[in-house]
């Protein structure tokens, strides 16, 4: 799998946008970039994946850049309850590949009021 | 919303002391995978389960470790003579698919004296 560049921490204003940077430049044509965030050292808890299109749902935004090197996370309206650690991974989405994640630091994004 | 669950949420033993994780995947998913977190550090991979057998496991699991699914909705991870080491919180996952995304329980925290 590809490996990722995260900032380490981070902090943003309750109610602004949240935009989480991820740099993956080896990632390969078919690698996903997927997100996972982790509140407090609960389990950690999928939010989004891509592949090169933009993709939207009801927790975040994911940004692919188009050479596919980097991507972003927004969380439109950051709450309180957004306060985490946010993991980039790259991993490849075929049965061969199996289903394992390898996480790195991550970033902490503290929400403040 | 349907979740994994995990029991203890808590565990205090003794070194040497075998000890068993217990893990209720969703109901639907087929896929299973135990991951754990030492203080301060990252999530790491232990192993993947699926049809009564491991998928993939990493280094960190060796002997000491088990996993089984001994009657088909409990899914639980062994270690048979814990060590020191083996504190940390162990977080049970599962997914519907191979390549589905991975969700993860609450965490059962193992402390080892």
């Known amino acids: 799998d590809a490996k990722t560049t995260q900032p380490p921490s981070m902090d943003c204003a309750e109610g602004r946008a949240a935009n989480l940077p991820c740099n993956h430049s080896t990632i390969s044509g078919n690698e996903y970039v997927y997100w996972y965030r982790q509140i407090h050292s609960q389990g950690p808890q999928y939010i989004i994946h891509g592949l090169k299109n933009n993709e939207t749902n009801e927790m975040a935004s994911l940004i692919i850049t188009e050479d596919r090197k980097s991507s972003t996370l927004i969380l439109p309206h950051a709450t309180l309850r957004d306060t985490a650690v946010y993991y980039c991974i790259v991993r490849l989405r075929i049965k061969a590949a199996g289903n394992k994640l390898t996480f790195g630091g991550g970033t902490r994004v503290l929400v403040k009021p | ?113």
């Open chain 2, 1 to 113: 919303e349907p979740e994994v669950t995990q029991t203890p949420s808590h565990q205090v033993t003794q070194m040497g002391q075998e000890v068993i994780l217990r893990c209720v995947p969703i109901s639907n998913h087929l896929y299973f995978y135990w991951y754990r977190q030492i203080l301060g550090q990252k999530v790491e991979f232990l192993v993947s389960f699926y049809n009564n057998e491991i998928s993939e496991k990493s280094e960190i699991f060796d002997d000491q470790f088990s996993v089984e699914r001994p009657d088909g909705s409990n899914f639980t991870l062994k270690i048979r003579s814990t060590k020191l080491e083996d504190s940390a919180m162990y977080f049970c996952a599962s997914s519907v698919t191979n390549t589905g995304e991975l969700f993860f329980g609450e965490g059962s925290r193992l402390t080892v004296l």
